[in-house]
């Protein structure tokens, strides 16, 4: 199995509302991580756990809110979003993170977020 | 400010063409480099790394590394319709595992 799993696919929430993206993967790797990527633009690094540890985060805002429950799964819950938060919010994965050498990033097909 | 640099295209090539992506950037400190294949709506995928100076093939894929001068470029031979999409130019410093991705060139393969 070589897959990273992101469901939903779509999501439409309006700024009151609470939800959440979850990822799966079942490759053994013990680094996930989230990227939010805009039309025409690269994808922006927000999150990266390692070892079910959060390592990174990129100065993220609190209405975006990680969890790792295990080596497999990554949420990010969403809470208060605004308007200009709508993107593709893609998770990855890799076998490690060592902070030292940069693994290859296995990406998932993404959620595509709006925000109304 | 690290910084990767792609012609954001498009770049058209006939079918059967060759292909040619070009990436620079700006810390010489960087160690790894990928090119990850994004097609319109989905994932990026990768598809190519390099972390020595010269080439490296895979199939119709050659990347090629010149440290020195700080670029590396992605080859795409025989070049097919399916080739059409948006290729993304990673770099790694080695250091927090953070890649730094070009905005990417966005290719299409002509009949």
């Known amino acids: 199995d070589t897959e990273v799993t992101q469901t939903p696919k779509h999501l439409v929430m309006g700024m009151t509302n609470k939800k959440s993206l979850k990822c799966e993967q079942h490759?053994?790797?013990?680094?996930m991580y989230w990227y939010k990527q805009k039309a025409k633009k690269p994808p922006e690094l927000m999150f990266v756990y390692s070892y079910e540890k959060l390592s990174i985060n990129e100065s993220v805002p609190s209405r975006f809110s990680p969890e790792c429950p295990n080596s497999s799964l990554l949420n990010l819950h969403l809470h208060a979003l605004q308007p200009e938060d709508s993107a593709l919010y893609l998770c990855?994965?890799?076998?490690?993170?060592?902070?030292?050498?940069?693994?290859?990033?296995?990406f998932g097909s993404g959620t595509q977020l709006s925000v109304l | 400010q690290k910084e990767v640099e792609q012609n954001s295209g498009p770049l058209s090539v006939p079918e059967g063409a060759i292909a040619s992506l070009n990436c620079t950037y700006s810390?010489?400190?960087?160690?790894?480099f990928f090119w990850y294949r994004q097609y319109s709506g989905k994932s990026p995928e990768l598809i190519m790394f390099i972390y020595s100076n010269g080439d490296k093939e895979d199939g119709r894929f050659t990347a090629q590394l010149n440290k020195a001068s700080q670029y590396v470029s992605l080859l795409i031979r025989d070049s097919q319709p399916s080739d059409s999409a948006t290729y993304l130019c990673?770099?790694?410093?080695?250091?927090?595992?953070?890649?730094?991705f070009g905005t990417g060139t966005r290719l299409q393969v002509t009949l």
């Open positions: 990673a770099v790694g410093t080695g250091t927090a595992s953070k890649l730094t």
């Open positions: 810390d010489r400190g960087s160690q790894s």
């Open positions: 990855a994965s890799s076998q490690v993170f060592t902070g030292t050498t940069n693994e290859k990033l296995f």
């Open positions: 490759m053994g790797h013990r680094a």
